[in-house]
């Protein structure tokens, strides 16, 4: 039976993945919850077959092959982690830098290995620069070197789509041509047609995931990509229903965000969700070599976030600058104000989030009150919920309470506010564009908790609330610590939001303890609750609306 869109062969992917993992990380009996199906004007995507609930694991994806970043700085290309220079040890057979010789046959090292010690061409730091990065062909050798000494990811790898001829003369295209097709034709003398490699480079460019290190000390760093096919089969949405995590072997687990009935797709976001409209559909039109028009995208209000909208300046208005053609597909559609129709263009305001961008880089990210000057100067310019002046209050949330100068007990009561203003504020936005189960949503629920914890705990200690406030505060904290577990126990504990998991586990376990006491502790520890005054008894003859409203107000 003819197989065009090379679905099988995605399928085999599958049980393949399903048999590299353990078994507690998803039933390897039950049967599958999806089907891979050709969708114009999507091309292969992934469809429910039943109704799937929020939370299920959907399927695990090994990679292909893992490598470097492109612009990744001097690494152990077996294990990846980082040397502090060029001239450690090196590879007795290739000489690139390696953590020594334990690494020389680890990992996927031995891929690239054979081809440069073959080539008979030894690398140096000296023919690398800015114009060619140091790992740029790295990852597209590997994927070649599968056709001799891995074809059946080989033929996996192949099956997926490069989009040569979007990509033919484009400047990325010209890059790719000097920088990984030259590199590797006249310096590691591959015997291979220029358009094959091209065809990697595509696949590379269309398909990787940026994947985390899993070293110990380096989880929050992005220094590998890898190829992850069933994950590439999902199709994009801005507002995406799946979410997925990474195991120490970088599998790929991916789980139900939302609940999925039958008949939706499985979707994932390949951009930003933090981003505006513009700014997503530039990215991914630039990487993925599609224009997106999802609803979010379509929609000048972004769901009703106003993500990218302006405030109108003129005198007496107040109303929301807009672009009227989101879609267009030079992003230069006139903005335009939804109430006095004044107008502005498309390259001013790309000018303006240009000049904020700039000053937020300039602000750094360890000094809050730099960032507050921003956000003080902008927030009669921009909707409050654009998201210059979100991304702003998701750098504070996580900046009160971490940097020296602002440890949480050191914070006043201005600045505890304002860190569960920036958190609460933030999950509203979560809400619409990146709801259920995220990584965010569980990172910024733990920073809400410990602000509302310590709040409640003050005002304790200095006999100012009732019993019954006191509690209301500590079981709002307990919530927060629930969502905190129920968004990041999918996360490895080798990973920071794994060991923000545990963290929080533990310290629910302690509330649960303290709330149960505080149920128990006599009232003399709290002020006494507020007696509300009740209403003085109305004759009927008092029933008339005038004299019910002389008598309400004289109360």
């Given at each position: 039976?003819?197989?065009?869109?090379?679905?099988?062969?995605?399928?085999?992917?599958?049980?393949?993945?399903?048999?590299?993992?353990?078994?507690?990380?998803?039933?390897?009996?039950?049967?599958?919850?999806?089907?891979?199906?050709?969708?114009?004007?999507?091309?292969?995507?992934?469809?429910?077959?039943?109704?799937?609930?929020?939370?299920?694991?959907?399927?695990?994806?090994?990679?292909?092959?893992?490598?470097?970043?492109?612009?990744?700085?001097?690494?152990?290309?077996?294990?990846?982690?980082?040397?502090?220079?060029?001239?450690?040890?090196?590879?007795?057979?290739?000489?690139?830098?390696?953590?020594?010789?334990?690494?020389?046959?680890?990992?996927?090292?031995?891929?690239?290995?054979?081809?440069?010690?073959?080539?008979?061409?030894?690398?140096?730091?000296?023919?690398?620069?800015?114009?060619?990065?140091?790992?740029?062909?790295?990852?597209?050798?590997?994927?070649?070197?599968?056709?001799?000494?891995?074809?059946?990811?080989?033929?996996?790898?192949?099956?997926?789509?490069?989009?040569n001829d979007l990509r033919r003369g484009?400047?990325?295209?010209?890059?790719?041509?000097?920088?990984?097709?030259?590199?590797?034709?006249?310096?590691?003398?591959?015997?291979?047609?220029?358009?094959?490699?091209?065809?990697?480079?595509?696949?590379?460019?269309?398909?990787?995931?940026?994947?985390?290190?899993?070293?110990?000390?380096?989880?929050?760093?992005?220094?590998?990509?890898?190829?992850?096919?069933?994950?590439?089969?999902?199709?994009?949405?801005?507002?995406?229903?799946?979410?997925?995590?990474?195991?120490?072997?970088?599998?790929?687990?991916?789980?139900?965000?939302?609940?999925?009935?039958?008949?939706?797709?499985?979707?994932?976001?390949?951009?930003?969700?933090?981003?505006?409209?513009?700014?997503?559909?530039?990215?991914?039109?630039?990487?993925?070599?599609?224009?997106?028009?999802?609803?979010?995208?379509?929609?000048?209000?972004?769901?009703?976030?106003?993500?990218?909208?302006?405030?109108?300046?003129?005198?007496?208005?107040?109303?929301?600058?807009?672009?009227?053609?989101?879609?267009?597909?030079?992003?230069?559609?006139?903005?335009?104000?939804?109430?006095?129709?004044?107008?502005?263009?498309?390259?001013?305001?790309?000018?303006?989030?240009?000049?904020?961008?700039?000053?937020?880089?300039?602000?750094?990210?360890d000094d809050p009150v730099k960032l507050?000057?921003?956000?003080?100067?902008?927030?009669?310019?921009?909707?409050?919920?654009?998201?210059?002046?979100?991304?702003?209050?998701?750098?504070?949330?996580?900046?009160?309470?971490?940097?020296?100068?602002?440890?949480?007990?050191?914070?006043?009561?201005?600045?505890?506010?304002?860190?569960?203003?920036?958190?609460?504020?933030?999950?509203?936005?979560?809400?619409?564009?990146?709801?259920?189960?995220?990584?965010?949503?569980?990172?910024?629920?733990?920073?809400?908790?410990?602000?509302?914890?310590?709040?409640?705990?003050?005002?304790?200690?200095?006999?100012?609330?009732?019993?019954?406030?006191?509690?209301?505060?500590?079981?709002?904290?307990?919530?927060?610590?629930?969502?905190?577990?129920?968004?990041?126990?999918h996360e490895p504990l080798s990973s920071?939001?794994?060991?923000?998991?545990?963290?929080?586990?533990?310290?629910?376990?302690?509330?649960?303890?303290?709330?149960?006491?505080?149920?128990?502790?006599?009232?003399?520890?709290?002020?006494?609750?507020?007696?509300?005054?009740?209403?003085?008894?109305?004759?009927?003859?008092?029933?008339?609306?005038?004299?019910?409203?002389?008598?309400?107000?004289?109360?």
């Open positions: 039976m003819e197989d065009p869109y090379h679905i099988d062969v995605m399928y085999n992917w599958f049980k393949y993945s399903v048999s590299k993992v353990p078994p507690h990380v998803i039933d390897k009996k039950e049967k599958r919850k999806w089907k891979i199906e050709y969708v114009e004007p999507y091309g292969r995507c992934t469809i429910a077959t039943q109704d799937i609930k929020e939370g299920e694991v959907l399927f695990v994806d090994h990679p292909v092959v893992t490598g470097p970043k492109q612009t990744s700085d001097v690494m152990c290309l077996a294990c990846y982690r980082r040397l502090e220079s060029w001239d450690g040890y090196q590879c007795s057979k290739c000489r690139w830098p390696l953590c020594g010789p334990e690494c020389e046959g680890r990992g996927y090292h031995p891929l690239e290995c054979n081809a440069f010690a073959a080539s008979g061409y030894k690398p140096n730091q000296k023919d690398f620069s800015e114009a060619q990065y140091m790992y740029e062909a790295m990852l597209p050798l590997r994927c070649y070197c599968l056709t001799k000494m891995e074809p059946d990811k080989w033929k996996t790898l192949i099956a997926m789509e490069s989009h484009t400047e990325l295209w010209e890059r790719e041509q000097t920088n990984v097709v030259d590199y590797l034709l006249k310096k590691v003398k591959l015997g291979v047609d220029e358009e094959l490699l091209h065809t990697i480079t595509g696949i590379l460019d269309v398909n990787c995931h940026e994947v985390r290190s899993n070293l110990p000390g380096t989880q929050d760093q992005y220094l590998v990509r890898g190829i992850y096919p069933l994950c590439a089969m999902m199709s994009h949405f801005c507002v995406n229903n799946t979410h997925h995590t990474l195991m120490d072997d970088m599998t790929m687990v991916v789980i139900a965000s939302t609940p999925i009935k039958k008949g939706e797709q499985l979707t994932a976001t390949y951009t930003h969700v933090l981003s505006a409209t513009t700014e997503r559909r530039k990215h991914l039109k630039y990487g993925k070599f599609f224009d997106c028009a999802c609803d979010r995208c379509k929609d000048p209000t972004e769901l009703n976030m106003y993500f990218g909208a302006l405030r109108c300046s003129q005198p007496g208005c107040g109303g929301n600058i807009l672009c009227t053609d989101p879609l267009a597909p030079a992003n230069d559609g006139i903005w335009e104000c939804d109430k006095c129709r004044y107008k502005v263009s498309a390259a001013t305001v790309e000018r303006l989030n240009k000049l904020v961008y700039m000053e937020l880089r300039q602000a750094g990210e507050e000057t921003i956000f003080k100067k902008y927030q009669y310019v921009f909707h409050p919920q654009h998201f210059h002046l979100v991304g702003i209050k998701h750098s504070l949330s996580q900046m009160y309470g971490r940097l020296p100068g602002y440890i949480l007990t050191d914070l006043s009561d201005a600045q505890l506010l304002r860190k569960v203003t920036c958190c609460k504020d933030l999950l509203q936005v979560l809400d619409v564009l990146d709801p259920g189960i995220t990584r965010l949503r569980g990172l910024t629920v733990y920073e809400l908790h410990a602000p509302i914890l310590l709040q409640a705990n003050r005002a304790f200690q200095n006999t100012a609330i009732t019993k019954r406030e006191f509690l209301e505060q500590l079981h709002e904290a307990e919530g927060y610590l629930l969502k905190t577990v129920y968004c990041l126990k920071f939001e794994g060991e923000i998991c545990k963290i929080a586990r533990n310290s629910l376990q302690e509330l649960q303890k303290w709330i149960q006491k505080v149920e128990t502790l006599p009232d003399s520890h709290f002020i006494p609750e507020k007696q509300e005054a009740l209403p003085s008894q109305l004759s009927e003859e008092d029933l008339t609306l005038e004299t019910l409203l002389k008598k309400l107000e004289e109360q």
